[in-house]
């Protein structure tokens, strides 16, 4: 199966061992990946600060440039919840309105498309260690997503799963949220941080960058070592196989 590839900005300009990770992934399970490389923002930061038009600007182009008929894989739950939720509304009245919608009925988050869409939990992986795994608020509340990462962290050779507690609670990034309310950002990470700490793991695990890259900073403000990881990283490696 031919499927593309939507990076993110956050993946590609902080973290391009997500993306690197989320096609070795792909290409392992035998389906070719197609990467875009005119593909920009796909317009979440503008719309959140309440700027509609560049917005929409930023989705019109996105649907142009995701125009084939493949499957869209986004290793992000915030993005994805854009593509799903918002650009049928944000381009309903515009050419772009009935390729909006087709886009996203074709969008899927990496875990739900492994497992929704390929009916895939044990991708060959294979890493040494104890996780546990941070369910980012988008992925969660907006796509309903909430097993089949798990599921799939089951699967991986050499893995314990061990739940924190509340995984489900927010760790304050939020995008711009974080640094229009830095203190307000902190207080909601604080209690996130010490129920990661709490469950003695090697890593955790979230499928957004942005809320890997938030407990990373929190991590680290404690002299934490507890490695923050993509998912996709987890499930590209064959350490322990």
Not at 72 to 91: D, E, K, N, Q
Not at 167 to 189: D, R, W, Y
Request: net charge negative; proline share 5%; charged share 20%.
């Amino acid at each position: 199966m031919e499927v593309q590839l939507l990076v993110t900005c956050l993946a590609d300009q902080l973290a391009p061992e997500v993306g690197e990770a989320t096609v070795d992934l792909l290409e392992r399970l035998g389906h070719r990946v197609r990467f875009p490389e005119a593909q920009t923002c796909c317009g979440q930061p503008a719309f959140n600060d309440g700027f509609s038009a560049e917005a929409a600007a930023l989705a019109a182009r996105t649907v142009e440039i995701f125009s084939a008929p493949a499957p869209v894989v986004v290793p992000s739950g915030s993005c994805a919840t854009m593509i799903r939720h918002f650009y049928p509304g944000l381009l309903e009245r515009g050419p772009h309105g009935p390729a909006a919608r087709a886009l996203a009925a074709r969008t899927f988050e990496l875990s739900e498309f492994l497992v929704r869409v390929l009916g895939r939990t044990d991708v060959g992986a294979g890493w040494s260690g104890r996780v546990t795994y941070h369910d980012s608020c988008h992925l969660l509340r907006e796509l309903g997503v909430r097993d089949e990462p798990r599921r799939l962290l089951a699967g991986v050779a050499g893995v314990e799963l061990v739940e924190m507690a509340y995984p489900e609670h927010c760790c304050g990034f939020g995008g711009a949220f974080a640094v229009k309310f830095p203190e307000v950002s902190s207080a909601i990470l604080d209690p996130k941080v010490e129920s990661i700490i709490a469950t003695g793991a090697d890593a955790v695990v979230a499928n957004d960058t942005g809320c890997l890259l938030q407990l990373a900073g929190g991590l680290r403000r404690r002299g934490s070592t507890i490695r923050t990881l993509h998912l996709a990283e987890i499930l590209a490696s064959q350490a322990s196989r």
